[in-house]
């Protein structure tokens, strides 16, 4: 059994740290959303504390999963973060995705205290959240990835080490990357079969046998069809996640035309309302744009 912490209670947290506490360990919780951490703590027998700070002095290993680059900063960073309560040894891996600079700088700030950090983006939405099921990859010393890994097992199946400080999450917003224009192209194609009089089932399944098969159409698909937008990933943290794969680019001097592109259908989306839907929900866009709607018949 490990002392371990957890900050950050949302879709993708709550379950993430309700895992840990199945597996065995003792966890020090912490949401922006009091009463969350009261909830889980009461419902699998963890302990709710009051401020990052406090989480820090219970745990020996910390994680966090939070909504962007500026929460992380406070929960880590800020006048009651994990900093201040962290003792030399402790290891901090961050779960969120934000800023892969933004990150390097706050474990150069945690390093100066003796404080190990590794950025720990994850990827499989709140179902592999929910069934421990998520992909992680990770950046930092592999010293520290190798003993932070078991306790990364309690929530994921697939764990990639990517290299140093940052590159966990320079890897995560590549796969966003590709992930969020090819959610634009399904969109695009499957409106354009819709008008045209092409039933969406049958146009999914010619895509799922096609050189055109996609996981993520596979997946996300049915949601459409069944009109189910209820969020398993936002819009809106989708197009957070954009704004930094944009922000990566100009910083490395990568233009990334179509992801431009796609950060502008995103910002279409939330502007049209559909912020806190499921980035599936994109789709609407298009649809009120042709004047068809790709539903099961």
Known sequence: M?????????????????????????????????????KLAAEAGGKACDTPREVAQNADFIFLCVGDTKMAGNVILGD?????????????ADASTISPSESRKIGQALHAKGVEFL???????????????????????????????????????RLYYCGPAGMGLQAKLTQNLILCNIAMAFNEGMVLAAKGGIEPKL??????NSAAKSGLISYKAPFVLRRDFQANFSTKW?????????ESGKELGVPLLLTGLTQQLFQTAISAGHADEDFCSTIKVLEELAGVEVKSQ
């Not at 009651?80 to 901090?92: D, L």
């Open 2 to 38: 490990a002392k371990l912490g957890f900050l950050g209670l949302g879709l993708m947290g709550y379950p993430m740290a309700r895992n840990l506490l199945r597996a065995g360990h003792e966890v020090a919780l912490w949401s922006n959303t009091a009463d969350k951490a009261r």
């Open 238 to 246: 989708m197009h957070k996640d954009i704004g930094l794969m944009m």
């Open 80 to 92: 009651e973060g994990v900093v201040h309560g962290a003792h030399p040894g402790t290891t901090v």
């Open 203 to 208: 146009m999914l399944d010619i895509l799922d």
């Open 119 to 157: 950025d720990a983006p994850c990827t499989g939405s709140t179902p592999g959240a929910e069934g421990g099921t998520l992909t992680f990859m990770v950046g930092g010393d592999q010293t520290v990835f190798e003993k932070t890994k078991p306790f990364l097992e309690a929530m994921g199946k």
